[in-house]
């Protein structure tokens, strides 16, 4: 496939790395230095996008390439604030969108062990539920886009919180402690803790290359498709 990258920090670098690898050929590298150059004609050289920019480039770039006919993978985060409106328009114009608060296998494994450990622990009322999340100085957006999905597959599931928060509000909120820390790839943790004990399930990343490897089996995956897809769709999950 000949792939389009918006955003060419060391995400995008990391995909390129692993699409190479693969076979496909990068033919468009759009960053901030010269995203004031790109047209239609230039994203129409590729087959499928892949997006890592920033909240604030993310949804041009989708529309961008709604506009081109090209199959748009999203990884960025803080744009879901425009998430119904953006579904609404891919659906209605037979577009092609796939989007992940994390593309990592082992991530999205975790999202569906905290769907089955909330309901379980929804029945113990002496554990109270809290997340931390770790990431490097350089993340913009709080809480993480993995924290933000991690913490609604746990408010579905357990009947005793109703929304999340990254401050301590009150007892029906579960409360995110976000941590900006040196180069930390992402860590995420769910705590249930009692007087007595305390349970945690955790997900550590290492480096890069389980989301760069899941960005591009998307695109593979998105290929030649429309409609609006999920790592669940991807993993069968």
């Known amino acids: 496939m000949n792939i389009a990258l918006f955003g060419y920090g060391k995400m995008g670098k990391e995909i390129e790395q692993i699409a190479l690898q693969r076979n496909h050929r990068i033919v468009l590298k759009i960053d901030k230095e010269n995203s004031s150059i790109l047209t239609k004609e ?3 050289q590729a087959d499928v996008a892949i997006e890592f920019s920033t909240p604030d480039t993310v949804i041009s770039n989708i529309y961008k390439c709604f506009e081109a006919q090209l199959p748009i993978i999203v990884g960025a985060t803080g744009w879901y604030t425009k998430f119904e409106e953006i579904k609404s328009y891919c659906l209605k ?3 092609s969108l796939f989007y992940a608060t994390n593309f ?3 991530v999205n494994l975790f999202f569906k062990m905290n769907e089955e450990i909330a309901r379980m622990m929804n029945k ?4 109270e ?4 999340e770790i990431h490097h100085i350089h993340k913009l957006d709080k809480p993480s886009g993995t924290a933000i999905t991690t913490a609604e597959k746990i408010l579905a599931n ?3 919180k109703n929304n999340w928060s990254i401050d301590k509000k009150g007892n029906t909120d579960l409360f995110i402690d976000v941590v900006r820390e040196d180069e930390v790839p992402g860590t995420h943790t769910v705590f249930y803790k009692s007087d007595i004990d305390e349970i945690s399930l955790t997900h550590k990343a290492y480096n890069r290359k389980g989301f760069a490897l899941g960005a591009v089996l998307a695109a593979e995956f998105l290929y030649n498709k429309k409609g609006i897809y999920t790592m669940s769709d991807l993993l069968n999950l």
């Open 129 to 132: 539920v809290a997340m931390q």
């Open 158 to 160: 357990h009947s005793k």
């Open 42 to 44: 230039q994203l129409k």
């Open 93 to 95: 114009e037979n577009h």
């Open 124 to 127: 113990f009322s002496d554990y």
């Open 104 to 106: 990592s296998l082992g």
